[in-house]
């Protein structure tokens, strides 16, 4: 087996109630050649004493403040941890989420000389780590629509990467401020040849759902994370038309459709602008007739500021 470094990168804001958990399980890892560079968001919680402690502890630990002048957020700090990582393998983890001690282990052992990543599955669990459900990566056919469709569920945590195979990517966008991970695996995920990557179904790492939390951003409505799906949603519609993807367009016409009239409902017309600007030329791409109508409403909509169901009803049924 390798011996390499892999270099875990953690970004972290007000979690002193939960990071302990976290930093105590990479250093029971069975995996010891690893350093964990934990990026600080700017805590105003007791999370720079928790952290103090495991770096007092083992040197392996490496702490580090986000600087003032890069941009405020985990995606900022995930890729300011990049740029001071050492190792040759890189695993993104969450602040709030526990390894299993076979977690670097039974990733590092898959790596061939072809292999630029390594995908895990993982069990998701409540805040007191009682077990939800087992991720289960079993079935896939194609990695980027399984994912986008949500059949597979990878998150941030279930990937290593080979960090050769990074060096030259965008890595998280500062655009996005909700589904970051999906934003950035689409891409990556895009076209990617099936003999780069390797994905194993066993559990190695527990993901908290924060089932409150998660309930409030499904049922509220926030811009800056409707705004983020609305870019995920046209950028990932352009890949699958490019695929000639029947399923994959049909998903994403409808929920850029349903994100419009969302929009439309709250307000946010800088985000309805933004739909209609770049969704209606990759509609045209597939549908002149569509495209046209879909520009025209849209813009009416918008102008009268006020939607109608009758034309959402259309739209979201119309045959491509």
């Known amino acids: 087996m390798s011996n390499q470094l892999i270099s875990i990168i953690i ?142 569920h990878i998150i941030t945590n279930s990937i290593m990467f080979r960090k050769s195979f990074l060096n030259d990517k965008e890595l998280f966008s500062l655009k996005i401020s909700r589904g970051q991970e999906t934003e950035l695996f689409s891409r990556l995920f895009y076209k990617l040849p099936e003999k780069k990557y390797l994905i194993t179904n066993i559990p190695l790492f527990l993901y908290r759902q924060h089932l409150g939390t998660k309930t409030y951003r499904n049922n509220s409505y926030v811009k800056s994370y409707k705004e983020s799906q609305a870019i995920i949603a046209i950028e990932n519609l352009k890949k699958s038309i490019e695929l000639h993807d029947s399923e994959l367009i049909k998903s994403y016409y409808f929920n850029l459709v349903d994100f419009f009239y969302r929009s439309l409902e709250q307000k946010h017309f800088e985000n309805c602008r933004f739909i209609v600007k770049n969704s209606t030329p990759q509609l045209f791409l597939i549908n002149k007739k569509l495209a046209v109508k879909f520009w025209i409403s849209s813009c009416f909509f918008i102008l009268a500021k006020r939607g109608s169901y009758k034309f959402e009803k259309y739209f979201k049924n119309f045959s491509l």
């Open 11 to 152: 970004p972290t804001y007000n979690r002193a109630n939960l990071i302990r958990e976290t930093l105590t399980s990479v250093l029971e890892q069975t995996y010891k050649n690893w350093e964990c560079i934990i990026i600080d968001d700017g805590s105003t919680d007791d999370t720079e004493i928790v952290i103090n402690e495991y770096v007092k502890k083992d040197n392996r630990f490496k702490y580090y403040h986000r600087p003032n002048e890069k941009q405020k957020g985990a995606n900022s700090c995930r890729n300011y941890g990049f740029e001071l990582s050492r190792g040759e393998y890189i695993n993104w983890f969450d602040d709030d989420d526990i390894m299993l001690n076979n977690f670097l282990e039974e990733k590092i052992k898959l790596f061939t000389s072809e292999i630029d990543l390594v995908i895990c599955s993982g069990v998701y669990v409540d805040d007191n780590l009682n077990k939800i459900k087992v991720i289960d990566l079993k079935s896939y056919s194609f990695l980027f629509k399984d994912y986008v469709l949500w059949k597979l």
